[in-house]
């Protein structure tokens, strides 16, 4: 049996405590043991941080250089085996799953090369004869809380600029997921890291998540996952005074206007409510259509949505895998029920599918109306509605209405509404004519309302949470 154990100052411990780790595609599959680890150990891991972060500290930019790009060129060398992992293990389709390693790769490679671009300024004083310089230093030990759905592009986009501006990092990856965070956790620890500057800690979120958080030698926190659980790890750093970074859920709208080019709109939308079964942040629940194309856009994208073929994530044919549990099913198609009382008609799947693992056919509702549940809730599954819209600006309101603010798409030929749409859609990314979800690793990712809290992650911008300005004055 493979045992996917914690990684505590170096060392590989499997604790007192063990749970298994099963393939939500064919439940009777069992990956293997992932260790729990304790209070205490959570304890051990920081404190191991704390020590190793001053050295770490220390290193010159090629040295860092060094260690992230072998860590990157391994995980691509390696992105067919790990996909077909990561596939199993959180069951989203083959490709995808070679995708999502392909780009922890290349984010690896990324804030290696930004090891070498560190940099600082000179300015001159408002008093004669003072210098004064800034330059960025670490924050110290950070814990990264991590979600399930992207399994290592996640924990990757944290730990690379963690390592990148000279931090320690605990990691805390989700449950459902040890073999992903165990995998990438031994590439990073054979790759030359001293002993200690990188520690993965798994097990149950609501134990040990405030052990870490509470710890006083956790100069911050980087999180990614519910609205809820971030809510209270915004809370318990806030009372700690401990900065802190959330990136939350979603209810993405995509926009589709009378001009746009049909076929690749409902190709852009499938993509966006379904691929990955919908457990995507930036997936688009919400697809706001006006009435112009409104009939044609819904037989079209019925059609295509009931042809979806739904089976094992890692099958050739499969286009649409398993949802990751047997709660997460159970809600989705709990959201079924709510939608269908609310008044919206089910025009496609809604059903739980037969079979060894989590399945349901995806869900397409129409003539919602925007302050339904359905179109108010992250349900992250998929179960995806349509809403008819007058026209662009009816649109752009109803696009606009809602507590969350992460991607907003939009499929028109116009580029005076592509235009307009990109400067008043409230949401940290916006999307013309592509699905909502599918972001390049160079840029900002993040935002805004309740989709987000905190400066961005990915690109340059993941500077501003991994480092602190330290101005210097120096009269020679
Ligand atoms: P979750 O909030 O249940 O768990 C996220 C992580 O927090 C897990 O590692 C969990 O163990 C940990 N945790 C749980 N309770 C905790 C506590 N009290 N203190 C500290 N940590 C705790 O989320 P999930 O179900 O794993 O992921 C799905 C959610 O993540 C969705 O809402 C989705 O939209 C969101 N998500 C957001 C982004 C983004 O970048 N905006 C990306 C991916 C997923």
Not at 15 to 28: C, F, I, K, L
Not at 96 to 121: C, D, N, P, T, Y
Request: proline share 5%; net charge negative.
């Amino acid at each position: 049996m493979t045992t996917f154990a914690n990684l505590i100052a170096g060392e590989w411990t499997m604790g007192t405590r063990s749970v298994p780790n099963v393939n939500p595609s064919d439940t009777t599959d069992i990956i293997g043991e992932a260790a729990q680890a304790t209070a205490e150990e959570m304890n051990q891991a920081i404190e191991a941080a704390a020590k190793a972060q001053v050295g770490w500290a220390q290193t010159t930019p090629q040295q860092r250089f060094d260690i992230l790009d072998a860590i990157g060129t391994e995980i691509l060398a390696r992105k067919e085996e790990l996909g077909d992992l990561l596939s199993r293990e959180e069951g989203k389709i083959l490709p995808e799953g070679i995708g999502e390693v392909g780009r922890a790769g290349q984010i690896f490679k990324f804030f290696a090369g930004e090891a070498l671009r560190i940099s600082g300024e000179r300015v001159e004083s408002i008093r004669p004869g003072i210098e004064i310089d800034m330059r960025r230093e670490p924050l110290g030990v950070v814990g990264l809380i991590t979600p399930w759905n992207f399994p290592i592009a996640i924990p990757a986009w944290k730990i690379a600029p963690a390592l990148c501006y000279g931090n320690a990092v605990v990691l805390k990856a989700a449950e459902a997921v040890p073999a992903c965070a165990w995998v990438l956790a031994d590439i990073i620890h054979r790759a030359g890291l001293p002993a200690g500057v990188f520690n993965l800690v798994n097990g149950r979120g609501s134990e040990i998540g405030p052990v870490m958080i509470d710890h006083p030698k956790i100069a911050g926190v980087s999180f990614t996952g519910s609205v809820q659980t971030g809510r209270s790890v915004a809370q318990a750093c806030a009372k700690n005074l401990k900065k802190v970074q959330l990136e939350m859920g979603g209810k993405n709208p995509a926009v589709v206007l009378d001009d746009a080019d049909l076929d690749a709109a409902v190709g852009a939308c499938v993509n966006s409510a379904f691929f990955s079964s919908g457990q995507r942040c930036t997936a688009s629940s919400r697809m706001i259509v006006t009435e112009g194309i409104y009939d044609d856009f819904v037989a079209a994208m019925t059609k295509t949505v009931a042809a979806l073929k739904v089976g094992d994530a890692r099958d050739g044919a499969t286009q649409i895998g398993p949802v990751i549990d047997a709660r997460q099913l159970e809600k989705d198609l709990e959201y079924v029920e709510i939608a269908k009382a609310e008044g919206a008609k089910l025009v496609c799947g809604g059903e739980k599918l037969d079979g060894p693992g989590h399945y349901m056919s995806p869900a397409l509702f129409i003539d919602t109306a925007n302050d339904m549940r359905i179109n108010q809730e992250e349900v992250f599954g998929p179960v995806a509605t349509i809403i008819k819209a007058k026209d662009y600006d009816d649109a752009l309101r109803i696009a606009n209405e809602t507590d969350f603010g992460l991607s907003a798409g939009i499929c028109t030929t116009s580029l005076k509404y592509a235009s307009h749409f990109k400067a008043h859609a409230k949401a940290g990314m916006v999307m013309v004519n592509l699905p909502t979800a599918g972001v390049d690793y160079h840029v900002p990712f993040g935002g805004t309302k309740g989709s987000s809290y905190g400066s961005r992650e990915q690109g340059r911008y993941a500077a501003e949470f991994y480092s602190v300005m330290k101005t210097s004055y120096t009269q020679p």
